[in-house]
Nanobody, 127 residues
């Protein structure tokens, strides 16, 4: 059974860093486009924040450029999201999605109905 699980969230002070992970079981992430999304309390889902394609290309939305870094560890079937200089407005549940779409399609249309999603990991930025 194909599954995605996010991990690495937690409570961090403003200015701190976190590394989130998105680990797959039942299918090889290396052949999929992976996007990170988030949903803050009372708000709609935002994203894709960043994307890593199976051919090594990446995309970052303007609001996260310079603070977010997406990377892959194919040996561990995992994609990481490094978030630096965390701000209170980064507080949200962070989700990863694995899709067959190319980056451009995921940006313009969002993940396909057949995309795999994880349950999310909570990130709280507060002093």
């Amino acid at each position: 059974q194909a599954q995605l699980v996010e991990s690495g969230g937690g409570l961090v002070q403003p200015g701190g860093s976190l590394r989130l992970s998105c680990t797959a079981s039942g299918f090889p992430l290396e052949y999929y486009t992976i996007g990170w999304f988030r949903q803050a309390p009372g708000k709609e889902r935002e994203g894709p924040l960043c994307i890593s394609s199976s051919d090594g290309n990446t995309y970052y939305t303007d609001s996260v450029k310079g603070r977010f870094t997406i990377s892959r560890d194919n040996a561990k079937n995992t994609v990481h999201l490094q978030i630096n200089s965390l701000k209170p407005e980064d507080t949200a549940v962070y989700y990863c999605a694995a899709d067959r779409y190319k980056i451009k399609t995921m940006v313009l249309e969002g993940p396909s109905p057949g995309a795999h999603w994880g349950p999310g990991t909570q990130v709280t930025v507060s002093s």
